[in-house]
């Protein structure tokens, strides 16, 4: 006679079963949840990639068609603020185009931010001589040209906005603010924001945010300055150092949240002397809020090949 399984003997069995099963649940989810939060990282690594790549690229062009004495007057730094003029900030089609104007007629020899061959149309620009980078341009049209009749130099393409001034409407300032910080972010940090024009005058936009959740003191710029052969990093420029071409470049320090809060802690990040080192930040909002998030760290120098 067949002996079969006591009620006892069941109930470990699906005990068993039950304990198996949670744990092949949990693993799961576990496995689940990493899997996310590494396909979330890797966006937002490639999202910030493309931020960056947007804020080096406008860095880049900075004094882009602006003449000498504006270039002088109106490119400053200051901790965490950075100002310049171009003609490229405004991005619209033919930004960043150029030509050779001789006694009138131009001779195309860019490109368009998009990649495309320049086409001038009716447009105004800014006529610059090209051994002293003075404007040509007539102030009664506040530094524009429409008409380039009789003119020689080098054309660039500034706007078809007739109500556009110049360089008012062509000024870029990039800082930091803490207005519309996406939820996202840590409590404590920050959003790069970027101004294009001069409040009060044609094409202003105010403060658009550029990068968010930017750690606290996490942006500076650094300029740098030519001094016999080597470049000293400096906290900020003179005129006299743009008028003797000696700013040759930029460095833009950066530091910024990737990802939402962690389980584990992170290192907490900081400036190479080049940058200045640091920064300095409150030692409670690091225990209780930055650690518990994953920062990236770029410094990236940028050459101003408009200011040569």
């Not at 940090?189 to 409040?199: A, E, H, I, S, Y």
Request: charged fraction near 15%; include cysteine.
């Amino acid at each position: 006679m067949k002996k079969g399984y006591s009620i006892v003997e069941i109930l470990i069995v699906i005990a068993i079963m039950g304990i198996l099963a949670g744990g092949i649940i949990s693993a799961y989810r576990f496995i689940a949840k990493e899997n996310v939060t590494r396909h979330l990282f890797a966006k937002q690594e490639s999202d910030v990639a493309v931020l960056v790549n947007q804020l080096l690229k406008d860095v880049e062009s900075a004094g882009f068609g602006i003449d000498a004495n504006t270039l002088a007057s109106n490119t400053t730094i200051s901790g965490g603020t950075l100002q310049f003029p171009s003609l490229a900030s405004r991005a619209e089609r033919w930004s960043g185009c150029w030509a050779v104007v001789k006694n009138g007629t131009l001779t195309i020899q860019s490109k368009n931010f998009l990649g495309q061959n320049c086409e001038f149309p009716s447009a105004w620009y800014i006529v610059l001589d090209p051994v002293n980078k003075t404007n040509l341009c007539p102030s009664n049209s506040d530094y524009l040209c429409s008409d380039l009749t009789g003119m020689s130099g080098i054309a660039f393409y500034a706007t078809t906005n007739d109500d556009y001034k110049y360089p008012q409407s062509f000024m870029v300032i990039y800082n930091l603010t803490q207005t519309n910080l996406p939820k996202e972010c840590a409590s404590g940090t920050w959003n790069l924001t970027k101004t294009l024009g001069t409040q009060g005058q044609p094409g202003y936009q105010a403060k658009q945010p550029v990068i968010s959740c930017v750690f606290p003191n996490g942006f500076r710029v650094k300029a740098g300055i030519q001094r016999g052969n080597s470049i000293n990093y400096q906290d900020a420029v003179s005129s006299s150092d743009i008028q003797n071409h000696n700013l040759k470049l930029f460095r833009i320090c950066l530091i910024f949240q990737v990802g939402s809060a962690q389980s584990t802690p992170s290192a907490q990040p900081g400036f190479s002397t080049l940058c200045g080192g640091g920064p300095n930040i409150d030692p409670t909002w690091w225990n209780n809020t930055g650690r518990w998030y994953r920062w990236k760290v770029i410094e990236q120098d940028i050459s101003l090949n408009n200011y040569q």
